[in-house]
């Protein structure tokens, strides 16, 4: 798959679900943030979200990525030592904020850094024989009409795509796409009244499966099974280094042939996590690869399509910002979002407009087809 080489044109997952007993904690730090954080500077990176006609065997991609912040000092006094004949009884009601540090106070690499070492202790759910990998994405997609002499409209379609991937990568995949959506008017060289809507095409919505994920067999060029530059194959995360100076190397040189500048080093290693398959251990060592790349921030707490709300880290240029919004509580990936700068690419977006969205989740499945409960 050649994805390294289309993505960027075609800018094409994996969330745990934080304790109920985080909730609170959640929102009042997401609160504070909100009230106390200045604004960011807008932006940079391009991202566009544009799902391919020809090249649509591309499929659904995604990320993981996580923040822990350090705990605060704790303003008690110390407690006596505990007497070795009688156990301390355990707390009947812990506060939910103690495992909840301050964000403000933390730059994206400790963020990155201390999702590392989250990471590190996090189990995947199994996937065991028979069983599938779901990812499902609820997304929000540019579709444009380019009218020559740099004339044109876009319009933001909402989708939902979800994917089945089977414990042996050579049984039968499936992927279902649907269009939720079509009628948001981003802006054109003409008003939307002369601006008729994209059509729908057949590889937006429908129902497709094969083997190893190989949807679209007459698709150039063919998919293998086992492809170690295919990053929806496990073939891919196998071959890669377990050692973040490695790992950063590795995204150096994937991205050579366009630059290796920091936004592309970002979009790549966002695109490669949202793919849904990379193993816990090597997510986190991921993550402190990411962590070396310059200018990545903290931007501010942001709400995906799916209603969580998370704190955004972002690397901005002037066409855009691409955003990685995380669970301050949990670190768990929740979603992303792209934003215009204040030159966006086509004239007829306001800077400021919000360009795509989505909303990852991931499970396992007993069955081809089941949508696991939440």
Not at 145 to 150: A, E, L
Request: overall charge negative; charged content about 20%.
């Amino acid at each position: 798959m050649n994805e390294l080489d289309e993505t960027l044109g075609l800018l094409h997952r994996e969330a745990r679900t934080a304790p109920a007993d985080l909730t609170a904690a959640r929102a009042r730090l997401l609160a504070e943030l909100d009230a106390e954080r200045p604004a960011p500077v807008v932006p940079r990176h391009r991202r566009r979200f544009v799902l391919p006609i020809a090249a649509a065997a591309a499929g659904v991609v995604a990320v993981t990525a996580v923040a822990v912040l350090q705990r605060p000092p704790d303003p008690r006094p110390a407690a006596a030592p505990p007497v070795p004949s009688a156990a301390p009884a355990p707390d009947p009601d812990p506060d939910p904020t103690a495992a909840v540090p301050d964000i403000r106070l933390m730059s994206a690499v400790q963020v990155l850094t201390r999702a590392a070492d989250l990471t590190v202790g996090a189990a995947d759910q199994p996937v065991g024989p028979g069983r599938f990998r779901y990812v499902a994405e609820h997304t929000w997609v540019q579709r444009g009409v380019q009218t020559g002499d740099g004339k044109g409209y876009t319009y933001l379609w909402e989708q939902q795509v979800d994917r089945w991937i089977p414990a042996d990568e050579h049984d039968v995949w499936q992927e279902t796409r649907k269009i939720l959506h079509t009628g948001k008017f981003l802006g054109g060289s003409v008003p939307q009244s002369q601006a008729p809507e994209p059509p729908v095409d057949d590889t937006d919505q429908g129902q497709w499966q094969g083997r190893c994920g190989d949807f679209f067999p007459q698709a150039k060029p063919p998919k293998k099974c086992g492809d170690a530059t295919d990053w929806d194959s496990p073939a891919f995360y196998a071959a890669l280094p377990h050692d973040a100076a490695a790992l950063y190397a590795k995204l150096k040189d994937l991205t050579k042939h366009r630059g290796s500048t920091p936004s592309v080093m970002f979009h790549f290693g966002i695109e490669i996590l949202r793919a849904g398959q990379m193993p816990a251990p090597l997510r986190a060592q991921w993550y402190r690869a990411l962590a070396k790349i310059p200018g990545i921030t903290v931007l501010a707490a942001s709400t995906n399509l799916d209603g969580r709300t998370g704190v955004a880290l972002g690397l901005a240029d002037s066409h855009e910002i691409r955003q990685l919004i995380i669970d301050p509580a949990t670190g768990a990936f929740i979603g992303e979002r792209t934003i215009a700068g204040p030159q966006p690419d086509e004239p007829w977006i306001k800077p400021g407009t919000e360009l795509g969205a989505s909303a990852i989740t991931t499970a396992v499945a007993d069955r081809l087809g089941e949508v696991p409960a939440k």
